[in-house]
């Protein structure tokens, strides 16, 4: 089991960037994948990055070069970077991490706005 919770979202203009981060309730070492999704209103929820424990990652093709994802200097952080981003960039933003079996667990979600 793992608890996650992410900060970092917020108000940007477009062009702008914002950070935003995942911590987990156990190192993500352990962890076979943590990733980040969103979801705008209106709209399902999509995968937006993930990386896996061997060190892979995986973008959707619309945040390919803007947006990075990658470890914390803690163990248990897991962070996104999102620079020129896009008013339809604005969603609510998840942590996800899958375990062993295929087991998901959810944050609560950041809100990133993109707005001028």
Same mark, same amino acid.
């Given at each position: 089991?793992?608890?996650?919770?992410?900060? &970092?979202?917020?108000?940007?203009?477009?062009?702008?960037?914002?950070?935003?981060?995942?911590?987990?309730?156990?190192?993500?070492?352990?962890?076979?994948?943590? &990733?980040? @999704?969103?979801?705008?209103?209106?709209?399902?929820?999509?995968?937006?990055?993930?990386?896996?424990?061997?060190?892979?990652?995986? @973008?959707?093709?619309?945040?390919? &070069?803007?947006?990075?994802?990658?470890?914390?200097?803690?163990?248990?952080?897991?962070?996104?970077?999102?620079?020129?981003?896009?008013?339809?960039?604005?969603?609510?933003?998840?942590?996800?991490?899958?375990?062993?079996?295929?087991?998901?667990?959810? &944050?609560?979600?950041?809100?990133?706005?993109?707005?001028?």
């Amino acid at each position: 089991q793992v608890q996650l919770v992410e900060s &970092g979202g917020g108000l940007v203009q477009p062009g702008g960037s914002l950070r935003l981060s995942c911590a987990a309730s156990r190192s993500i070492f352990s962890i076979n994948a943590m &990733g980040w @999704y969103r979801q705008a209103p209106g709209k399902q929820r999509e995968l937006v990055a993930t990386f896996t424990k061997t060190g892979s990652t995986n @973008y959707a093709d619309s945040v390919k &070069g803007r947006f990075t994802i990658s470890r914390g200097n803690a163990e248990n952080t897991v962070l996104l970077q999102m620079n020129s981003l896009k008013p339809e960039d604005t969603a609510l933003y998840y942590c996800n991490a899958l375990l062993d079996l295929g087991k998901a667990y959810w &944050g609560q979600g950041t809100q990133v706005t993109v707005s001028s």
